[in-house]
């Protein structure tokens, strides 16, 4: 009950946020300004910083974190925009929009608290880890990078098929287990090899100096964030707070355990695949430092629209982008202005473009990627099960999530979230997603994809991470019950709406993707290393 109450409570959120901003009319210039804007107070953070320590330019590693993840500030100064410019619409007192909009932006930013205090060190690293005696690590002119499982599987696919001679992966130690059972020999370095006594007890130094600092400033640093005559740091304080705390002697011990690493390795190249987290920050950040060229390969599409851009990272240590095409490459040229190095369109290891032709005579395993708020959907597919019975249903759970004790085995087929779907796809014969990024490598193999975003807020997901609506995958996009149903039938009985559904999908992915195979896009990056 409480739940249902928390996602009505959420829904009414939500549409409210799409009157206000339809009302306000959007206005791409100002939300890039805005932006800017928080991004430069981030970086203002510096004069804060110990002068000895200053040389690290810690502010730019807790930059994407600080402004997206252990604060709301860049979403919360866009709402408090949107709302006080329709307020004025209907109110020329701009004394009492400006109130009404700033109270209901503290209300909403109230809320966020306990999430802030809880976020505290970045995950995927022993930080206290203590290696002396390590082994020297031998050279490689190229380094690649990751810090999470999902960033892995891009990697994974590239070096199946690269043609370099070596190659050496710098790693969190608990990701090493992604590596068994390659076909290519990996050279795996651990970050944690290369923190020490000393910099562990630095590390523990700087989390007490760090708190201390931000408690005695707290005035100066209070004054940083006040945009459009209204002071938004209250109600993130916490957020702040862990920024000092927590990412920045964090940022420190990445900055030095990686300085380390590159030093040893002495790569011409360095590699990796997100720009958000304070490790992969860190080691773009070390690489341009030491005038070695960075290159990123995306793990996941960046967005289609410029707000998935900016929560996906910030790309100022960036040389080059490996990316998947054209659609990326012009969202790029506009909307990331700290990006000031080359787009390079290469396709993806993870796809291939033209997609498979596949020949499905017969419809009989569909494959169900989980998410999160999909009831619906998995009640749906047990009443067309009901009617279907000798139609297999499988449902894959999310890598890193437990299966959930609801899921009735006796109807599905349950597959673990032990490993990336791609892994199996090739057995299914339609592919169902609420807004999994998946759909774009079942689509590369020729597969129907159905799309359920039943949840209220996956429409909006599809749009702003794919350009995926009701209009561009006409007969794909489902947002009921029937609808869905009626789709796997028409997808089981009709050849010609097959047809006409992969013709969407092969366009969509035209759009998307450079038109090359994994195979050839492998080919090209490994042309471009070796340069």
């Not at 939300?31 to 110990?50: C, G, N």
């Not at 090739?426 to 807004?435: A, C, H, L, S």
């Not at 013709?503 to 990056?525: H, P």
Request: overall charge positive.
């Amino acid at each position: 009950m409480q739940k249902k109450m928390s996602n009505t409570f959420s829904y009414i959120k939500y549409l409210s946020y799409q009157y206000i901003e339809s009302t306000a009319t959007r206005d791409d210039e100002i939300e890039l300004a805005l932006h800017q804007e928080v991004m430069d107070s981030f970086l203002k953070l510096r004069e804060f910083i110990p002068s000895h320590l200053q040389k690290n330019d810690v502010e730019n590693i807790i930059l994407s974190k600080g402004m997206v993840y252990n604060t709301g500030i860049d979403k919360s100064l866009r709402q408090y925009f949107y709302l006080k410019k329709a307020i004025n619409r209907f109110s020329r007192n701009k004394k009492f929009s400006n109130a009404v909009s700033s109270k209901i932006i503290d209300l909403k930013d109230k809320k966020l608290k306990d999430s802030m205090i809880n976020k505290k060190f970045e995950e995927g690293v022993d930080l206290f880890s203590n290696i002396e005696n390590k082994e020297k690590t031998r050279e490689n002119s190229t380094l690649f990078f990751a810090s999470q499982d999902s960033h892995l599987k891009v990697f994974k696919s590239y070096f199946e098929k690269t043609e370099l001679d070596s190659i050496c992966m710098l790693i969190p130690k608990k990701l090493s287990k992604n590596f068994l059972g390659l076909k290519k020999e990996i050279n795996l370095v651990f970050l944690e090899d290369f923190i020490d006594t000393d910099l562990t007890n630095s590390f523990k130094r700087n989390i007490e100096e760090f708190e201390s600092i931000f408690h005695k400033n707290e005035s100066e640093i209070r004054k940083i964030f006040s945009f459009l005559g209204k002071e938004i740091y209250e109600q993130h304080r916490f957020g702040l707070l862990s920024t000092f705390k927590f990412l920045m002697p964090q940022s420190l011990l990445f900055i030095e355990a990686s300085k380390k690493a590159i030093i040893e390795i002495n790569p011409k190249k360095i590699i990796g695949s997100r720009t958000r987290r304070l490790f992969d920050r860190a080691v773009f950040q070390n690489g341009q430092k030491q005038g070695i060229d960075t290159f990123i390969l995306f793990h996941s599409t960046p967005g289609m629209d410029y707000r998935e851009l900016w929560t996906s990272g910030i790309y100022n240590n960036i040389d080059y982008i490996l990316g998947w095409g054209d659609s990326h490459k012009k969202l790029f040229e506009k909307w990331e202005p700290n990006f000031k190095g080359k787009f390079i369109k290469v396709g993806s290891p993870l796809f291939s473009m033209p997609p498979k032709k596949r020949s499905i005579k017969n419809i009989k395993n569909i494959i169900y990627a989980s998410t999160r708020n999909d009831h619906l959907v998995i009640e749906t597919l047990k009443k067309f099960k009901a009617i279907n019975p000798k139609i297999s249903i499988t449902i894959k759970i999310r890598p890193g999530q437990k299966i959930p004790s609801t899921l009735d085995r006796d109807i599905f087929k349950i597959e673990s979230g032990d490993f990336p779907i791609e892994d199996i796809l090739e057995k299914f014969d339609i592919f169902i997603t609420t807004y999994s990024g998946s759909h774009i490598a079942a689509m590369s193999q020729g597969i129907p994809v159905i799309f359920a975003p039943f949840y209220f807020e996956f429409s909006n997901d599809l749009n702003a991470l794919y350009k995926i609506n009701k209009d561009t995958m006409s007969y794909a996009y489902t947002e009921k019950p029937k609808e869905l149903i009626k789709v796997i039938n028409e997808l089981m009985t009709s050849n010609i709406y097959r047809e006409k559904m992969i013709a969407q999908q092969r366009d969509y992915l035209g759009k998307l993707l450079e038109s090359v195979s994994n195979e050839e896009s492998i080919q090209k990056i490994d042309r471009i290393l070796k340069q």
